[in-house]
């Protein structure tokens, strides 16, 4: 199921929009805390975003600037801003579409549909599959997904990041610099404990997979990836 991350503060507009996409077959989130809009975007992991331009605090181009730091997700502008230069700012801070308001609800439909095929399906590129494998474990890396037999557990961009790192460099040791310099652009806004954090939620994905273990601690080093579930 296709997950559909929605940025808009026209309440009546997000009912509408969200009963349709459930309609057809789409999870769905709206956004209600407009101070943390890429926070919940990581959080919910979505494989598009439609953004407004209007928003409360920040508007859609600073937050599309912000979604473009850490994710490749199709994110689809729906503004009643229909001048020219609205949709060419909206282009050159990251976007992949635009569609102003009032809209015709099927032609939404065909632009998310168009987006999702040509990322995630038949259209998409080797480099929008990229996939880790290692012993029967397989990381997706653009589908924020990891799979071991018939077990699939769902990851945030930070997860899959740092499960990215870890598993390419398989049996050898990976700094904490290396992976706050793969996953933050500026190491100076993120505290130290944060990496802790993230590295507790993948080992607790692992877990859900019945992989233990696998992510070990070495001190005053940094971690390392150790396929250790062969023989479980």
Not at 82 to 111: C, H, R, S, W
Not at 191 to 219: F, P
Request: aromatic share 12%; net charge negative.
């Amino acid at each position: 199921m296709f997950k559909i991350f929605i940025v808009e503060d026209d309440i009546r507009l997000v009912s509408l929009l969200e009963n349709f996409l459930r309609k057809y077959g789409f999870d769905t989130y709206a956004v209600k805390d407009f101070d943390a809009v890429a926070l919940h975007f990581e959080e919910f992991s979505p494989h598009l975003c439609l953004l407004d331009v209007n928003l409360p605090k920040f508007d859609g181009f600073y937050w599309c600037r912000q979604i473009r730091t850490f994710s490749t997700c199709p994110v689809l502008f729906v503004s009643a801003r229909d001048g020219k230069m609205d949709q060419v700012m909206a282009l050159e801070n990251g976007a992949d579409d635009y569609i102003t308001k009032p809209f015709d609800y099927e032609i939404l439909l065909a632009k998310i549909n168009s987006l999702l095929r040509r990322v995630y399906g038949t259209y998409a590129s080797s480099q929008n599959s990229r996939t880790v494998e290692i012993d029967g474990l397989t990381l997706d890396v653009e589908r924020l997904s990891v799979q071991y037999e018939s077990r699939q557990i769902e990851l945030s961009h930070t997860e899959a990041k740092i499960l990215d790192e870890l598993m390419r460099k398989s049996e050898r040791i990976v700094s904490r610099d290396r992976l706050l310099e793969k996953i933050w652009d500026d190491q100076t806004f993120v505290d130290d404990n944060t990496l802790n954090v993230y590295i507790t939620r993948v080992r607790k994905k692992m877990t859900a997979l019945d992989i233990t273990d696998a992510i070990q601690t070495i001190r005053g080093q940094g971690y390392r990836f150790t396929p250790n579930w062969s023989g479980q």
